[in-house]
């Protein structure tokens, strides 16, 4: 295995045993940009390389079962790198035990379905071993969880804070519409004075300024956005550490249309400048009628 201050830009073949973790790595990739192609046809691949309009972030992963993976790979590997002399091609393997537990666990066949399992992973170790004499990068999965293969193509990448790929989306929504399916962080923000209840304010939402500024005249409102925005950055690194790309914090409130697009909004604010990207959507609030 590479040492870890290696790092590679790309293009990428991934190929490897099944139940390696090819598909780990081409998701790590894909989270940093890369365009992932999975097993395309040895025939098509060159062609694939020649349209490819961002050749430094194609990823293409190959297996067994492309159609004369094992002879035909090697010529076609050294035309393409005397063309794009930054392709890296990036074998992964494991014990012939552990790849055995792998299956067993997510009850999955082997793609060389017709023989007993043991025999199948021999059998396409030594199929593959001429494309393995020929990587960049042999990764040994045996003892790495996929957090740890994770991070360790992450680190080859070049990427050390992994907070740099977060990507947070705070949206507001109405628990008469009920809750985000998908959110990790759910805050009820319906103990907050209501700006519903002030005839002038009902029509308007929490991103016009006069609601804005009836709410922000409470120092309830501004304390629960204050003590709501502390968590959520405390929580954001540790989720980072956990290599979550992705978090989704919800604010609800009744209508989805004031209370909650309000503090939604200002914790989008709070945010700006600590996580590269932080979007806000309002879920609810355009179908709110009174």
Same mark, same amino acid.
């Given at each position: 295995?590479?040492?870890?201050?290696?790092?590679?830009?790309?293009?990428?073949?991934?190929?490897?045993? %099944?139940?390696?973790?090819?598909?780990?790595? %081409?998701?790590?990739?894909?989270?940093?940009?890369?365009?992932?192609?999975?097993?395309?046809?040895?025939?098509?691949?060159? /062609?694939?390389?020649?349209?490819?309009?961002?050749?430094?972030?194609?990823?293409?992963?190959? $297996?067994?079962?492309?159609?004369?993976?094992?002879?035909?790979?090697?010529?076609?590997?050294?035309?393409?790198?005397?063309?794009?002399?930054?392709?890296?091609?990036?074998?992964?393997?494991?014990?012939?035990?552990?790849?055995?537990?792998?299956?067993?666990?997510?009850?999955?066949?082997?793609?060389?379905? $017709?023989?007993?399992?043991?025999?199948?992973?021999?059998?396409?170790?030594?199929?593959?071993?001429?494309?393995?004499?020929?990587?960049?990068?042999?990764?040994?999965?045996?003892?790495?969880?996929?957090?740890?293969?994770?991070?360790?193509?992450? /680190?080859?990448?070049?990427? $050390?804070?992994?907070?740099?790929?977060?990507?947070?989306?705070?949206?507001?929504?109405?628990?008469?519409?009920?809750?985000?399916?998908?959110?990790?962080?759910?805050?009820?923000?319906?103990?907050?004075?209501?700006?519903?209840?002030?005839?002038?304010?009902?029509?308007?939402?929490?991103? $016009?300024?006069?609601?804005?500024?009836?709410?922000?005249?409470?120092?309830?409102?501004?304390?629960?956005?204050?003590?709501?925005?502390?968590?959520?950055?405390?929580?954001?690194?540790?989720?980072?550490?956990?290599?979550?790309?992705?978090?989704?914090?919800?604010?609800?409130?009744?209508?989805?249309?004031?209370?909650?697009?309000?503090?939604? /909004?200002?914790?989008?604010?709070?945010?700006?400048?600590?996580?590269?990207?932080?979007?806000?959507?309002?879920?609810?609030?355009?179908?709110?009628?009174?």
């Amino acid at each position: 295995m590479a040492p870890s201050s290696t790092i590679f830009r790309g293009p990428f073949v991934i190929t490897g045993l %099944s139940g390696g973790g090819k598909t780990v790595l %081409s998701r790590s990739l894909e989270d940093l940009g890369y365009n992932c192609v999975d097993n395309i046809p040895l025939d098509l691949l060159e /062609e694939l390389f020649r349209r490819s309009e961002e050749i430094e972030k194609l990823v293409v992963v190959l $297996d067994v079962r492309a159609a004369g993976m094992s002879k035909k790979y090697p010529e076609i590997h050294s035309r393409l790198t005397r063309q794009h002399n930054s392709l890296r091609l990036i074998f992964v393997e494991a014990t012939v035990a552990i790849l055995e537990q792998r299956f067993s666990v997510a009850r999955r066949p082997h793609p060389l379905r $017709d023989r007993g399992l043991e025999q199948a992973i021999l059998e396409e170790k030594q199929r593959l071993a001429p494309i393995r004499q020929r990587a960049d990068l042999v990764v040994d999965t045996t003892s790495l969880s996929p957090h740890d293969l994770r991070r360790h193509i992450l /680190e080859l990448a070049g990427v $050390d804070k992994p907070a740099e790929l977060m990507k947070i989306e705070i949206q507001s929504f109405s628990y008469l519409q009920g809750v985000p399916s998908t959110a990790s962080l759910v805050f009820d923000v319906r103990f907050l004075p209501n700006p519903y209840f002030e005839e002038a304010l009902r029509p308007l939402s929490g991103t $016009d300024s006069e609601v804005a500024q009836w709410l922000s005249g409470h120092g309830q409102v501004l304390e629960a956005v204050d003590r709501i925005g502390s968590l959520v950055k405390y929580l954001v690194p540790a989720y980072a550490r956990e290599l979550k790309t992705h978090l989704l914090v919800a604010v609800g409130c009744t209508g989805g249309r004031h209370r909650s697009v309000f503090v939604a /909004e200002q914790l989008a604010r709070g945010l700006e400048g600590r996580i590269q990207t932080v979007n806000v959507h309002h879920r609810d609030r355009d179908n709110w009628r009174y």
